[in-house]
């Protein structure tokens, strides 16, 4: 079962996927936001800050620029769209899962899933 909420997340508009098993338990809550290309990097690191503040420091990062894109330049919301710059920031805590993604289209992403049963965990990765 899907329940699509709509919204505003640091000024944005913003859509929220929530997605259950049969029994009615949660099993993940993706968040889109549409902030624009002008908007889109800012806002990705803003969340970064926000999460890194409530759950620690990431787990992994991912950020990935090819040439003629470096981190910290001004242009590289150019890349996102190209696929040239790809970037992901992901917290894996002790009982859930939580990854920041930002899309060519420059839509901000966030996956949040819970803890999954033993069996189901060693397939995730």
């Known amino acids: 079962d899907v329940k699509l909420y ?7 508009t913003t859509l929220v996927f929530a997605t259950f098993d ?5 099993r993940q809550i993706v968040t889109l936001m549409k902030p624009g290309a002008l908007n889109s990097l800012e ?7 926000l999460l890194s503040k409530k ?11 090819a ?3 470096k981190p910290g330049d001004p242009g590289a919301v150019g890349g ?12 894996k805590l002790d009982t859930e899962l939580i990854t920041l993604t930002i899309g060519r289209t420059y839509d ?3 996956s949040y899933e819970p803890a999954t049963p033993p069996e ?3 397939r995730l990765f």
Do not use: C, F, N
Request: charged share 20%; no cysteine.
């Open 43 to 49: 806002r990705y690191r803003m969340l970064v800050d």
């Open 120 to 122: 189901r965990a060693e």
């Open 67 to 69: 040439a003629p894109y």
């Open 80 to 91: 996102i769209k190209t696929g040239a710059v790809r970037l992901a920031t992901t917290w």
């Open 108 to 110: 901000v992403v966030v």
């Open 55 to 65: 759950y620690g420091r990431a787990s992994v990062v991912a950020e990935h620029y």
């Open 6 to 12: 709509q919204g505003t997340l640091l000024g944005d």
């Open 22 to 26: 049969t029994t009615a338990k949660l």
